[in-house]
């Protein structure tokens, strides 16, 4: 008899763990959400097998429970399940980006059948809704899992088990380390996205063109900051307290650079910068953490009808996976930049080769 997958919640995340659930496993899926026209779509699409609208029906029928709606939300579905009369065990988990509230909500849960082993799948999207979904969103990401500190190893297992098709790669950690390291690598980043694109909103107002000029660099370094504002409201709120200590950080940090720029110290400039380089450069090397270590080669294209799609079908017809594409300059009638990533340095050489072998003009990244 196939067990019963029941995801609570179906936005880019939960959409995403249920249509690779859908793809990769063979458990009946059950959909919850607040929203019909959501769990409509999943339907017609066959990203579940079963649309319930009732949350305590829902969970019932469940031998695992997913809890995929915003950090306030899923501590609210928390606090409901005191309120279900479980008959059946059963293993609950969620894919908040902040433990602390949540596993302090999950302590509170008073069934024997409930095992309750958090959650965090550290992949997204700047899109956001069941539209976004994407079965592959989670390969290669670091899916942190936080148990609490009854839970049989077993159980562990079988939630790793059930998630084995996302290709993720799962990381236990206590609640505190996981807030306080997101903080620093996800949200703490996300919140200073956001304020350069706010600085650059009020220069605009002195230099009418900056919109124009605003590429390269400036737009790797915002992307985050397109991302859904609501639930990154509710992620800073539930990490207020570490997101104000890092930022208080910062401030010292950025007192110490304008100090450097005031006193004109060059070597002492050079050596921050370089400091950073190599960090930054040295960051999960051989492993994929949540910065994604990859194999680049940058390409020199025109900008002409098909130019793009040339590159790629010469490295497709070798079967060589690109991992990620990126174009980092390209005016009009002129000479471009292709970004091509790897997932390794032989794929990255390879394709060197076949490329320069057609004439393109590459450089292989550090």
């Known amino acids: ?55 305590e029906t829902a969970v019932l029928m469940a031998d695992y429970l997913i809890l995929a709606a915003p950090v306030s939300k899923t501590v609210e579905l928390i606090a409901k399940l005191n309120t279900v009369n479980f008959r059946k065990p059963i293993i609950i988990t969620d894919v908040s980006s902040v433990k602390a509230p949540i596993m302090e909500a999950a302590n509170k849960l008073t069934s ?77 980043p996300h919140l200073i996205a956001s304020s350069l694109v706010h600085q650059a909103k009020s220069w605009q107002k002195t230099h009418a063109h900056i919109p124009k000029l605003a590429a390269g660099g400036f737009r790797d370094i915002t992307r985050i900051a397109s991302s859904n504002p609501a639930m990154w409201q509710d992620i800073f709120f539930h990490n207020r307290h570490g997101i104000s200590n890092l930022l208080n950080d910062w401030i010292l940090e950025m007192t110490s650079l304008k100090n450097l720029l005031e006193t004109g110290d060059k070597i002492s400039m050079y050596h ?43 490295l497709a017809k070798q079967e060589i996976s ?18 091509l990533s790897f997932q390794s340095k032989s794929a990255q050489e390879k394709s060197n080769y076949i490329l320069k072998d057609q004439g393109y003009e590459t450089m292989v990244g550090d």
């Open 272 to 314: 921050y910068l370089e400091q950073a380089k190599e960090y930054r450069d040295g960051l999960d090397a051989k492993e994929k953490g949540a910065i994604p270590s990859f194999y680049d080669l940058y390409v020199d294209i025109h900008d002409q009808p098909g130019a793009l799609l040339r590159v790629i079908e010469l």
């Open 112 to 188: 024997n059948f409930i095992t309750f082993i958090g959650g965090h799948p550290m992949a997204g999207s700047h899109k956001k809704g069941i539209q976004a979904a994407k079965g592959h969103l989670f390969e290669n990401a670091i899916y942190i899992l936080t148990p609490i500190h009854s839970c049989p190893p077993e159980k562990i297992e079988q939630l790793k088990t059930i998630l084995q098709g996302t290709s993720s790669k799962f990381l236990i950690l206590e609640p505190k380390e996981h807030d306080e390291m997101t903080s620093v690598i996800s949200h703490f």
């Open 1 to 55: 008899m196939k067990e019963t997958i029941v995801v609570a919640g179906l936005g880019l995340i939960g959409g995403s763990l249920a249509t690779n659930l859908k793809q990769t496993s063979n458990h009946h899926l059950i959909g919850y959400d607040v929203n019909k026209k959501t769990l409509d779509y999943c339907l017609i699409n066959g990203i579940i097998d079963e649309a319930i609208e009732d949350f």
């Open 322 to 339: 690109i991992n990620n594409i990126e174009i980092l300059e390209i005016r009009e009638g002129i000479t471009g930049v292709l970004r």
